[in-house]
């Protein structure tokens, strides 16, 4: 089923230092994120842009069809649409080139995190997907979820002590 590209918020500019909670889908919700090397030379990819853009991963969750992230702009200039562009359009290229297939859908979802939003709290909702999917039994076991950031345990620990 065709659904228009999500739409950003018109008057905010996704630049600075801001949190967002990302969902990027694979191109037809394929299961592109099934096999350890895809999802550690996406990783890679990730990492490496950004640190140069200047972006804090605080979560992220490769699921089989889609990616979950919480991101944090580190500095003024940190523009998220410049980022993640820079990282579909990378990681998409080497995964076409292994496979003749596109990675990525057009467009993600995202969430501008409030101050009053807890990061921690959205960090342990995108590490509870596998459990919820069963894919893990607990947070912290599924191999393709992690943060830069935190511990995992951290995360979870001081999500517990909150409830």
């Known amino acids: 089923m065709w659904r228009p590209r999500p739409g950003r918020l018109r008057q905010f ?14 191109a037809d919700r ?11 030379e996406t990783l890679s990819l990730l990492r490496t842009f ?9 979560a992220y969750c490769f699921m089989p069809d889609h ?3 919480v991101l944090a702009g580190m500095a003024g200039d940190s523009s998220l649409p410049h980022f993640i562009s820079r990282f579909k359009q990378a990681s998409g290229f080497r995964h ?5 297939q596109p990675l990525w859908q ?13 990061t921690l709290a959205t960090c342990r909702y995108v590490l509870g997907n596998p459990v919820r999917a069963g894919l893990a039994d607990v947070i912290g076991e599924y ?10 345990e951290d995360i ?6 909150q409830d």
């Open 50 to 58: 950004s640190a140069e853009e200047r972006f804090a991963i605080f």
């Open 67 to 69: 990616l979950h992230l």
């Open 106 to 118: 057009s467009g993600y979802f995202d969430r501008v995190l409030r101050d009053e939003e807890s």
């Open 156 to 161: 979870v620990g001081q999500a517990a002590s």
């Open 143 to 152: 191999p393709h979820a992690g943060s830069d950031v935190c511990r995992v």
């Open 96 to 100: 076409r080139q292994k496979t003749g």
């Open 13 to 26: 500019e996704y630049r600075g230092c801001y949190r967002y909670f990302l969902t990027l889908c694979t």
């Open 30 to 40: 394929h299961p592109a994120f099934v096999e350890p090397p895809t999802v550690s």
